[in-house]
């Protein structure tokens, strides 16, 4: 095992948390706090509240959310200067998608990420690889934008792994989350499954369940009214519509 996984226990459920908390409670409040006609930011600002969520339950002594730019996008890695490693959160669709797409210009900061710091990994032939092409670029260009992406807060030759941090998220709720260590070709070198740092949240689960009786309760008092419509020589009165809506 090239990572000691049990040191990381701590530092993966802040990390587990941070995207919980993104995608079960972040992002449903701003749905309903701001109900558009259509909500195509949501997307991108996702990506926002995780960010703040791993500055504000992740870093502690020791953990660092290093910024960097990329061509007007903002991207953050976590530093863990004791295990020596650099961790990158992001979708499992992402990651899968990074290294099949061939017709970029630069390297994303993946890609450069793996190839300098974990570039002399090899994978076991049991494990799976996310099926990359070979290496797009020249060895000279993924130095050069390890420097732009780190400027210079960490040496790419003291002995540093980059790890991923990849979810999958289904209606509110993390289906997947895993650990990767990958190879510079993006090949599988160690992988564990991260679902049992999920925290059962039974406020959530009880908020959830009001919201449907809620609508039940709704949906049956619309029929009642219907209903009494149907009736011939009945009529709904005002104090009736209001009785239906207290009950």
């Known amino acids: 095992m090239i990572i000691t996984f049990n040191s990381l226990e701590i530092l993966l459920s802040r990390i587990v948390r941070a995207v919980d908390k993104t995608i079960a409670e972040d992002i449903p409040q701003e749905r309903r706090e701001k109900d558009l006609e259509t909500k195509n930011y949501l997307a991108h600002i996702r990506g926002d509240y995780l960010n ?10 020791g953990i660092e959310l290093h910024p960097f730019r990329r061509y007007g996008w903002e991207g953050r890695i976590l530093i863990d200067r004791e295990n020596k490693i650099t961790i990158g959160v992001t979708t499992q669709a992402n990651l899968q998608v ?6 970029r210009n630069c390297p994303n900061y993946m890609q450069t990420l793996l190839r300098i710091l974990n570039g002399d990994l090899e994978s076991p032939t049991t494990q799976i690889s996310f099926l990359p092409p070979a290496s797009q670029f020249a060895p000279e260009v993924y130095e050069d934008d390890f420097d732009s992406i780190m400027a210079g807060v960490l040496d790419p030759n003291s002995g540093f792994r980059h790890c991923i941090v990849a979810y999958t998220a289904d209606h509110d709720e993390i289906s997947d989350i895993a650990f990767y260590l990958l190879n510079g070709d993006f090949e599988i070198v160690e992988k564990h499954d991260l679902r049992g740092y999920i925290q059962p949240d039974f406020s959530r689960l009880t908020a959830s369940s009001n919201h449907s009786e809620t609508a039940t309760a709704s949906t049956q008092n619309a029929r009642s009214l219907v209903k009494l419509k149907k009736k011939p020589g009945i009529k709904p009165t005002l104090k009736s519509f209001e009785e239906e809506n207290e009950a």
Do not use: M
Not at 52 to 61: C, G, K, S
Not at 98 to 103: A, F, L, Q, S, V
């Open 98 to 103: 990074i290294p099949r797409k061939k017709d």
């Open 52 to 61: 703040n969520n791993l500055r504000r339950l992740v870093v502690i002594e």
